[in-house]
């Protein structure tokens, strides 16, 4: 029981003294990266990743549309009820099929702008090097 004292004492004389010298570390690199974050060659490109991640995001509202249009087409064509079903669920398929690439190419895309505008900004931070 004296040993639990002891460990629960010892921890929090520990995280008192560390969190002010944690605090004063956090305050210190939180101030370099703001400086870096608001150096316009940043927010340059943080605009070049907002605007392409729009852009890019719109491609996939457009893929269902063309997906949902495909399927009523389908369901609607001439032939038995049982054919009408099969043509509407492999329209369903392969629009799902459409809507997954769609989804990846417009995640790669975004990731990878995001990873440029990143390198950019650190080139910028440490002065165009």
Same mark, same amino acid.
């Given at each position: 029981m004296?040993?639990?004292?002891?460990? =629960?004492?010892g921890?929090?004389?520990?995280?008192? +003294?560390g969190?002010? #010298?944690?605090?004063?570390?956090?305050? /210190?690199? @939180?101030?370099?990266?703001? @400086? =870096?974050?608001?150096?316009?060659?940043?927010?340059?490109? =943080?605009?070049?990743v907002k605007?392409?991640?729009?852009? !890019?995001?719109? #491609? +996939?509202?457009?893929? +269902?549309?063309?997906? %949902? $249009? @495909? $399927? !009523?087409k389908?369901a609607?064509?001439?032939?038995?009820?049982? /054919?009408k079903?099969?043509?509407a $669920?492999? %329209?369903? @398929?392969?629009?799902?099929?459409?809507?997954?690439?769609? &989804?990846?190419?417009s995640?790669?895309? $975004?990731?990878?702008? &995001?990873a440029?505008?990143?390198d950019?900004?650190a080139?910028?931070?440490?002065?165009? #090097?």
């Amino acid at each position: 029981m004296r040993g639990k004292a002891g460990l =629960v004492i010892g921890l929090a004389i520990g995280y008192v +003294l560390g969190t002010r #010298a944690g605090r004063e570390r956090y305050e /210190q690199i @939180k101030t370099q990266w703001l @400086k =870096v974050w608001n150096l316009d060659p940043v927010q340059e490109q =943080v605009d070049k990743v907002k605007d392409f991640a729009k852009s !890019t995001a719109m #491609a +996939l509202p457009s893929t +269902l549309w063309d997906s %949902a $249009v @495909k $399927v !009523t087409k389908a369901a609607s064509s001439r032939g038995t009820a049982g /054919q009408k079903l099969d043509a509407a $669920v492999q %329209a369903g @398929k392969d629009s799902a099929d459409d809507v997954e690439r769609a &989804a990846k190419t417009s995640a790669k895309a $975004v990731k990878d702008a &995001a990873a440029d505008a990143i390198d950019d900004a650190a080139d910028a931070g440490r002065g165009g #090097a």
